[in-house]
């Protein structure tokens, strides 16, 4: 499965930002997706996900500020901020997991590459 993320850029705190990530892949089954981030210096964390069923998780700190729309039939998935803070400011990496139509038993994550955001305050 391979992963291509857009959207990063600057955003003034307070200001929206909207994140794009497109999957394309054959012969697999595209199960949950989300989104991590990283700063420099600090660990990857992980920011929010929706499963293949729909059911959305985030970070508690983005929780009513970010949204995760995910188009199933484009293999597509948004991270919509608002409310953007300073402290969201990050590299931010989308991720699919998958497994194999022919063998359940094969399955991964992929990784989009990461777009950066800069939030201005």
């Known amino acids: 499965v391979q992963l291509q993320a857009s959207g990063g850029g600057l955003a003034q705190a307070g200001g929206s930002l909207r994140l794009s990530c497109a999957a394309s892949g054959s012969e697999v089954v595209i199960t949950d997706m989300g989104w991590y981030r990283q700063v420099p210096g600090k660990q990857r964390e992980w920011v929010a996900e929706v499963t293949r069923g729909g059911r959305t998780n985030y970070k508690d700190s983005v929780l009513g500020r970010f949204t995760i729309p995910r188009d199933y039939a484009r293999n597509t998935l948004v991270l919509q901020m608002n409310s953007l803070k300073p402290e969201d400011a990050a590299v931010y990496y989308c991720?699919?997991?998958?497994?194999?139509?022919?063998?359940?038993?094969?399955?991964?994550?992929?990784w989009g590459q990461g777009t950066q955001l800069t939030v201005s305050s």
């Open positions: 991720y699919a997991d998958y497994r194999s139509f022919s063998d359940t038993n094969v399955e991964g994550r992929s």
